[in-house]
């Protein structure tokens, strides 16, 4: 059993590197989404009529350049920081 244990370990911790290597190499893309995204957002609470726009609209927005401030501070730090 022990044997069959380790090669799964093994095995898992083989698969977390390999995605490990590409998320790092695809964080430019999901940077570039993130962005795109929340412009889309942004564009989409400007588009509507100023009466139409809801403080839960708004509070929805500014939760995601919360989000998203704090995924990118947190990438450029992880970045500065394992360099």
């Known amino acids: ?3 069959q244990v380790l090669a799964g370990l093994g095995l ?5 590197s390999g995605c490990l290597f590409w998320l790092q190499r695809l964080q430019p893309v999901f940077f ?10 942004a564009w989409l609470v400007v588009r509507r009529p100023a009466f139409m726009r809801t ?6 927005l500014g939760v995601s350049v919360a989000v998203n401030a ?13 360099r």
């Open 12 to 16: 898992a911790s083989f698969l977390s």
């Open 32 to 41: 570039a989404l993130a962005v795109v995204l929340l412009a889309y957002e």
């Open 55 to 60: 403080g839960a609209m708004k509070t929805i």
């Open 70 to 82: 704090l995924l990118i501070g947190g990438w450029i730090a992880l970045a500065i920081r394992y």
């Open 1 to 3: 059993m022990l044997p």
